[in-house]
Each structure stands twice: as structure tokens, then as C-alpha cells.
């Protein structure tokens, strides 16, 4: 064991970034380890700065959204009744990222739930549509997203640069203490995740000011609030290019829309300084959106906003969903090969 946690170790801290930036398929030494513990090893596909991956739900093929931020897995409806899923009204609230999406919202459970070779078991999921949430190019269909409560259930760990993703098996033993020695020593930072009532997050500083962010591999790009960002004296732009989106409120020059039916307008800001736990982030641009904040007059431990893929990759995140850690760690050849490529 102490010789496989050196030459994780060592490995981790050397990164083949001309062959992740080109696309070239890699196996990690994180994929050597985990694989040599029993954990099943699912490839994911990236499309858009989302991870997708293929599943079976009942014997049926579909592929799904890889989503950290979200709190259940959700299933098209029309997939769960050509599935023959038996479905019952559940109330509460529901929020897309951008606030409140519905009241209520049916259930229903998958008995065969196979994340590409792996077998979950059954595994009780929502009913969601998810028809206006677009389709990126190159993007394979979306039946649905893999939410926080699979992969905590099933201890997955994601390597957000490598796009690979592992689940732990019940009769095999968790890595977790593994994963953790082997990144630290490797150069990475540890990063405690609390999970609230918005999800899993992280605690984060901007200019001084305390808050936190939600980890979410759903969002394409980090997003911050425009409402906790006020006031910290950060330059705000229109993003580059062009783009009209009408929804809630009217025409908006560059916009978005989440599950639900929020739409948002979206700028960019320009970050100083940023710091995720003890990871300190370079100076850099990153999307601001109108997200929900608290009406609160506090002014520490607020709602930053969403740390997206984006940044995960690039700061070769890796997230145990099972010891709710997050790792992070800057590396100059990424880097500079990012900010060449805007």
C-alpha cells in the first residue's frame, strides 16, 4: 500500500496537459488506484463543458447529466412511462439554480438502475421535463440528470479533468483515506464540502468577504451572484459576442434559463482575488448571473454563487462523494494553455 500511495502520489503531481487539451483518451494514476480497489471505473463524455454519462434504467439505454448540484436524480416523464414506472405526487419546493421551480413533483422507482457497467440496484427517482433546457452541439440526448443523492449512495469519486467517474461497489471498501493521503501529497489542496440546504458547498473568500459556493459539475461555467458580488469592487462587463433570449422579465441581451422556467441576464466579472478553502484561485473572468440570495443584512458567509465545471477542470478538480471532499490543485501548464485559448 505505502508504494502504490508514492507512486500515486508522484504521478499526480505530473499532469500530461497537450494530451487532455487535445482530447486524447488517458488512464489516470487515480484510475490505477481506485480500479486496483475494486471501484468500477465509467467513462464520461463531455459536450458543452457537461459530463454525460450512458446508462441502463430497467434494460432501457439513456444518458444523463452528470449533476452535483442538483439533490435527486430526475427522469424525463415520457422515459418513465414507456418504462412503466408506477409514479406518486411528492410536495415540496423544487429549485432550478435560479430559484424556485415547482410545488411538487412525481415519483417513481427505477428497479434496475446501471450506470455503464455498474449496477446500482433500484434507486428511487423524480419526474422532470426537461424540454426547455436545450440541447448543446454534439451533446447526446438528455433523459435526465445524476444527482448528488446517487452519487453519495453510491460513494462515487469524479476526476473532473480526467471526465472519468467511480463507483464503489458495497462488498468492496472505501479508498477514501487512500484518495485523500495520495492527493495531498500529490500537490492538492483538501476542501471540506458542507452540505445545507442549497447542496454541497464549499467555503470561498472574494476580496475578503466570506461566502461560500455550490460544487456543481451541472454548470457549464462558475456563475456568481450579482447581488453578493456588490460592492467588492469587481469590474463588470457585457460578455463577449451577442446573444437575445426572451423570458420572464422580456428581451435580454445574454441570458439563461435553468430547469425551471427563471430566466437570468448574464454579464462577467473580473475576479482579483478568490479563494476556495485554502485554494487560491487566479485573477480571472468568470460569468455573473441574477441568482436567489437571502434578503439577510448580514454580510459574511453568503451565497457566492455556483463553482462550475469550468474551474473544476481546469484546477484538476476531484470530488469524493462519499468523505464529501473536494480537491483542487493549480497548474501552470493548463494554465497558460486555457488563457491562450480564452
Known amino acids: 500500500m505505502r508504494k502504490n500511495l508514492l507512486a500515486f502520489a508522484i504521478a499526480v503531481a505530473i499532469v500530461c496537459a497537450p494530451l487532455y487539451l487535445s482530447g486524447a483518451?488517458?488512464?489516470?494514476?487515480?484510475?490505477?488506484?481506485?480500479?486496483?480497489?475494486?471501484y468500477t471505473l465509467v467513462k464520461l463524455k463531455r459536450a458543452s463543458n457537461h459530463f454525460y454519462v450512458s446508462c441502463k434504467l430497467n434494460g432501457r439505454s439513456a444518458s444523463l447529466l452528470v449533476d452535483t448540484g442538483a439533490g435527486a436524480t430526475l427522469i424525463e416523464p415520457a422515459m418513465?412511462?414507456?418504462?412503466?414506472?408506477?409514479?406518486?405526487?411528492?410536495?415540496?419546493d423544487w429549485y432550478g439554480f435560479l430559484g424556485p421551480a415547482a410545488k411538487s413533483m412525481n415519483a417513481g422507482e427505477i428497479k434496475d438502475f446501471q450506470v455503464g457497467p455498474y449496477q446500482a440496484g433500484a434507486h428511487r427517482v423524480?419526474?422532470?421535463?426537461?424540454?426547455?433546457?436545450?440541447?448543446?452541439?454534439?451533446?447526446?440526448?438528455?433523459?435526465?440528470?445524476?444527482?448528488i443523492d446517487f452519487l453519495h449512495r453510491n460513494q462515487a469519486v469524479i476526476d473532473c479533468f480526467q471526465m472519468d467517474l467511480f463507483l464503489k461497489p458495497p462488498s468492496v471498501s472505501s479508498a477514501s483515506a487512500t484518495l485523500s493521503a495520495g492527493l495531498r501529497a500529490g500537490g492538492c489542496t483538501e476542501i471540506?464540502?458542507?452540505?445545507?440546504?442549497?447542496?454541497?458547498?464549499?467555503?470561498?473568500?472574494?476580496?475578503?468577504r466570506s461566502g461560500y459556493l455550490m460544487v456543481d459539475t451541472g454548470m457549464r461555467n462558475t456563475m456568481l451572484s450579482e447581488h453578493a458580488i456588490a460592492g467588492l469592487d469587481l469590474h463588470v462587463a457585457a460578455l463577449a459576442g451577442s446573444g437575445k433570449r426572451t423570458g420572464i422579465g422580456g428581451t435580454i441581451r445574454y441570458g439563461v434559463q435553468d430547469i425551471g422556467k427563471n430566466v437570468s441576464r448574464i454579464q462577467s466579472a473580473y475576479v482579483d482575488r478568490m479563494e476556495i478553502g485554502n485554494f487560491g484561485v487566479p485573477s480571472q473572468w468568470v460569468v455573473v448571473g441574477e441568482l436567489p440570495y437571502s434578503?439577510?443584512?448580514?454580510?459574511?458567509?453568503?451565497?457566492?454563487?455556483?463553482?462550475?465545471?469550468?474551474?473544476?477542470?481546469?484546477?484538476?478538480?476531484?470530488?469524493?462523494c462519499a468523505a464529501m471532499q473536494l480537491f483542487l490543485r493549480f497548474d501552470p501548464v493548463i494554465d497558460a494553455a486555457r488563457r491562450r485559448r480564452g
Not at 80 to 92: A, D, F, I, N, Q
Not at 134 to 145: E, L, N, Q, V, Y
Open 25 to 38: 483518451a488517458q488512464i489516470s494514476s487515480l484510475a490505477g488506484v481506485l480500479i486496483e480497489k475494486g
Open 80 to 92: 418513465l412511462k414507456s418504462l412503466g414506472v408506477p409514479l406518486t405526487k411528492v410536495e415540496g
Open 126 to 147: 423524480g419526474a422532470w421535463d426537461f424540454s426547455s433546457y436545450g440541447r448543446a452541439k454534439g451533446a447526446p440526448r438528455m433523459d435526465g440528470i445524476l444527482g
Open 192 to 208: 471540506p464540502i458542507q452540505v445545507t440546504h442549497r447542496g454541497s458547498t464549499v467555503p470561498a473568500q472574494i476580496n475578503g
Open 295 to 320: 434578503k439577510s443584512s448580514g454580510t459574511d458567509n453568503i451565497f457566492f454563487g455556483y463553482l462550475g465545471q469550468d474551474l473544476l477542470a481546469y484546477y484538476v478538480g476531484i470530488i469524493d
